[in-house]
C-alpha cells in the first residue's frame, strides 16, 4: 500500500514539475516576443534560448529556432556604447547551436535556411595589432569593419562563422564548417577556410 502511495505521489509531483516548467517557459517566450523591436506571426522559440537587448531585434513571420539560439546586441561594453541593429526576415529556420552577435548591423533575409552550431557576427575584441596584445582579450574594446547581410534564399551549413563587414548574396549556399571573411556575390556555392567561391550557378 506504501509503495502506491508513493508511485502516486511521485507521479502527481512529476506531472505538476512539468506542468509548471512548460508555464514558466511559455512565460519567457511571451516576454521576449514582447520585448522584440517587432515579431511577425509564427515565432517558435525552444528552449533554452538567449535574447541580450532584445529591443533591438526585429524578427518577420515565421521565424523558428531550436535549443540554444543566442542572439546578442550589444549597446555598452566597459566604457563604449553601441547602436546596434539586427533584422530577420521572413521564413527564417535556424537549427540548434546558433550565436549572433552585434555591435553595428546584422541582416538576415527571408528564406534563410541555417544548420547547427553557426557564429555571425559583426565585430571582435580589439584590433589586431601588437599594442592590442598588451591587453587580454575581454578588455580590449570591440571593434566592427562593417555590417553582415545575408541576402533571402541563403543556406548555411553546418559549423559555418560568418565574420564582419560581409554580404553573400541571395540563393547562395555555404559548404560546412567554412569561415566566411569576405563578400560573396548571389548564386555562389562557397566553402573552405577561409571561404572561396566553389562555383557560380547561373
Not at 505521489?9 to 521576449?32: A, D, M, P, R, T
Not at 539586427?86 to 550565436?99: K, L, P, Q, R, S
Amino acid at each position: 500500500m506504501k509503495k502506491m502511495i508513493k508511485a502516486v505521489v511521485k507521479k502527481i509531483i512529476l506531472k505538476s514539475y512539468i506542468q509548471g516548467k512548460k508555464l514558466f517557459e511559455n512565460q519567457q517566450l511571451q516576454l521576449i516576443k514582447s520585448s522584440l523591436k517587432s515579431c511577425g506571426e509564427n515565432f517558435i522559440l525552444q528552449h533554452p534560448f538567449f535574447f541580450k537587448n532584445p529591443q533591438y531585434i526585429s524578427v518577420g513571420k515565421n521565424f523558428s529556432a531550436l535549443y540554444n539560439c543566442r542572439i546578442e546586441a550589444w549597446d555598452s561594453y566597459l566604457n563604449q556604447t553601441f547602436t546596434p541593429e539586427i533584422i530577420i526576415g521572413n521564413n527564417v529556420c535556424m537549427n540548434t547551436d546558433i550565436h549572433i552577435g552585434c555591435i553595428n548591423r546584422i541582416v538576415i533575409g527571408d528564406n534563410v535556411l541555417m544548420g547547427s552550431r553557426i557564429y555571425i557576427s559583426d565585430h571582435s575584441h580589439g584590433e589586431i595589432n601588437t599594442d592590442a596584445l598588451k591587453v587580454s582579450p575581454i578588455n580590449r574594446p570591440l571593434t566592427t569593419k562593417g555590417a553582415v547581410i545575408i541576402e533571402d534564399n541563403v543556406w548555411i551549413g553546418e559549423g559555418v562563422c560568418i565574420l564582419p563587414n560581409v554580404t553573400i548574396g541571395k540563393n547562395s549556399i555555404i559548404g560546412a564548417n567554412a569561415v566566411v571573411t569576405r563578400s560573396f556575390p548571389p548564386n555562389s556555392i562557397i566553402g573552405g577556410v577561409p571561404a572561396q567561391l566553389i562555383k557560380h550557378l547561373n
